[in-house]
């Protein structure tokens, strides 16, 4: 066996506690104290507050293992217990029950703002972290410069972290994590945060240490990144591993269970962002008043709510982006409003915009939007699958029936006979 991660019953208990006493207000709680001691003037005990606990289980009874050079997505709902589960890979969590063997040096890229000192240097945390993974002096000198080009923070370098924007910030923390020649790269959907162009480069750069041997494990939303990158799914809902095969199967099993599952931007399937702004609403008006289904070539309104931070506030430059997915994930259609060259309103600390297509040419089926809201290429906000609609066939004088492969597509048109060009 070539294993190099082997996960043995593992296990996640969190104790929720609940206090049945409702908030009192300053004002309450002094009239209380007067009336306590009144009531009690030589003291006694006084009535203990209702609290009750809850066992939470973030997984339950996981087994699994990778092998050397591996590719494994792993993917699951929000709450699944994806992120439980990748930080006690990085020993930033144990584990309440099983055991967990790595066979190798683990390097990790969580969340925006860990592993990383903020009142230290770029250069500082670069070395810094060469030295958690138990790296010399020397062999980080030997990686610095291809670290600091695939960052493209050259001009930062000498810079507290703390002062980079998010984009910045992940560029710098997913270059150290991937070019310090780690066995094990642990990467979550973190790189949502940045550009399209950066994700892609990860990616790449991704690919290029599983050609060398490496192991990668990668938690994403996005089913188009996983199917090109991993060689291996693995599937969590409520705690449990509930698929472990192919990408492909693992992203069919994933969708059959979100395909009968209510949209909205607090029931979505991923949301990622360096914050400042905050979706709040995405909804889809069609020519079918209060309903959700548009007939094939139909026009379609996709709208916005987004409350706007202070910094933000009375910005010009914000962009609003949106996409449309099949229910399998596959992308189909993406805009930003920059592309229209229109002014997204930000002065009232609120963004609401709405967005129309004239016609929506596609095949019947229910497809899924998505909204993201960006500031000079940083993603501040973006929520994945938060609104559906439902596509229904247009009216024609014959019956079509379609066979699955043949696009996603109606475009109208029409034959004619010719003799001559």
Known sequence: MNNIISVDGLSKRYRIRHNAQRYSSLREEMVNAVTNLLNRPFGGASHARSETTEDFWALKDVNFTVERGDRLGIIGRNGAGKSTLLKILSRITEPTEGRVEIRGRVSSLLEVGTGFHPELSGRENIFLNGAILGMRATEVRQKFDQ??????VERFLDTPVKRYSSGMYVRLAFAVAAHLEPDVLIVDEVLAVGDAQFQKKCLGRMEELSMSGRT???VTHNMDAMLALCNRGLVIDKGTVVFDGGPLEARQHYLSQISSAEYSVTRNAGRGGSGGVQIENVWV???QAGSNFVESGDPVGIFMNARVEGAYQGRTDLQVAFG??????????TVLSSWTEAVV????????????????????????????VLFRGDTLDSVQHCATFDVVPRRRSVHVERIHGWGHLDLPCTFRNFKNI
Do not use: M
């Open 324 to 333: 449309i997915d099949t229910i399998e994930g596959q992308r189909l259609f």
């Open 216 to 218: 990668i494990l990668f």
């Open 345 to 372: 309103e930000t002065s009232s600390g609120e963004i609401r915009v709405a967005c129309e297509i004239e016609g929506f040419p596609l095949v019947p089926g229910k497809y899924l939007v998505s909204a993201t």
């Open 285 to 287: 008006v069609t020519a």
């Open 147 to 152: 670290i600091v080009e695939f960052a493209e």
